[in-house]
């Protein structure tokens, strides 16, 4: 019973994990393979040999099944079996169930839980590296249905003053950190100039209104997914809708500044749209904003806190129904 307490908790991510988002080029989680793991986690909790343990029948509360899963998931888990550790297929299809559980517990659990597994990779440095490369491919990758900065920020902060870290990768993890608490969500958001077309000159903080979210999209003129994105934006009537009412205003903005790109930029932006470039390419220059791969959204309230960062279609839009 408990184990299908477990199960349903994977479900929705199962369905994610087995399509292409979720994949690296490395070995991707086969949906047939998905299929066996939760019959297997019905029939006994026994998934590819690794032992899932059984939630407490005393407890029953989702958040704190959620929570147990988290902290107890990794229990049998022999991170000096360096075969399995260096199976794709295997370690992916764990991290995917494993992450999937997160939304459900408490922040503290959650911190809890990321800084028991990273103790117990302890057991072989190849093994610790391992999960914080299969952490950083699941929870940072553009491609990642999956991608959720704030929980690699668990991962980076269990890591930040371990020993088991080289100094490369010690510098990478503490610029992602850095990356992380830059305009992160529920801070201050940076200001920064834009130059319109026209010539004007404004800033993200002068085109504050109060009651009206700002979506800023950070695009380049000649990224070929920038203009699909912003043609999925421009054709949605959601969005469309929300702009004319006044709710959102749209500022498409070059982060780089080059002049003469974006000059020879002739895409027709959606009316109410104000469409702009960095100056002397600031924005790109001075690392103003984490910019992982354009495009790159960001949602700014009337008082220029940040509301949401490198925000998905999906999050952008559902915000947008919340209003």
């Known amino acids: 019973m408990r184990i299908c307490v477990l199960t349903s908790l994977f479900v929705g991510a199962m369905l994610a994990v087995s399509c292409s988002d979720a994949r690296s080029a490395g070995g991707a989680v086969k949906e047939n393979s998905v299929a066996e793991a939760d019959s297997a986690l019905v029939d006994g909790g026994h998934v590819d040999d690794l032992v899932i343990p059984e939630v407490p029948l005393a407890i029953s509360e989702p958040e704190a099944v959620a929570g147990y899963v988290l902290m107890h998931y990794w229990d049998n888990m022999d991170f000096t079996d360096t075969a399995r550790v260096a199976d794709d297929a295997f370690m992916e299809r764990h991290f995917a169930r494993y992450l999937s559980a997160f939304p459900y517990a408490s922040p503290d659990d959650a911190r809890k839980a990321v800084a028991g597994l990273m ?33 690699y920020y668990l991962f980076l902060s269990a890591v930040d003053s371990s020993p088991f870290l080289d100094s490369d990768r010690r510098v990478r993890v503490r610029a992602q950190i850095e990356d992380v608490k830059k305009n992160r969500r529920g801070t201050v958001a940076t200001d920064f100039a834009i130059v319109c077309r026209d010539g004007s000159r404004t800033s993200l903080y002068k085109e504050a209104a109060e009651g009206q979210l700002r979506m800023v999209l950070f695009y380049d003129p000649e990224c070929e997914h920038c203009h699909e994105i912003m043609s999925h934006l421009a054709a949605s009537e959601l969005l469309g809708e929300a702009v004319a009412a006044g709710m959102i205003k749209v500022l498409a903005v070059y982060p780089d500044g080059d002049a003469e790109i974006w000059a020879e930029d002739d895409t027709a932006m959606p009316q109410g749209w104000l469409c702009g470039m960095s100056p002397e390419g600031e924005v790109a220059e001075k690392d103003l904003y984490t910019l992982p791969a354009m495009p790159v959204i960001y949602v700014m309230t009337p008082d220029n806190t940040v509301l949401l960062k490198d925000a998905s279609l999906p999050e952008l839009f559902g915000l947008i129904e919340s209003l």
């Open 119 to 151: 103790k117990r990779a302890e057991a072989d440095t190849a093994a610790y590296h391992r999960v914080m490369d299969v952490a950083e491919r699941f929870l940072t990758s553009p491609n990642s249905s999956m991608r959720d900065e704030e929980l």
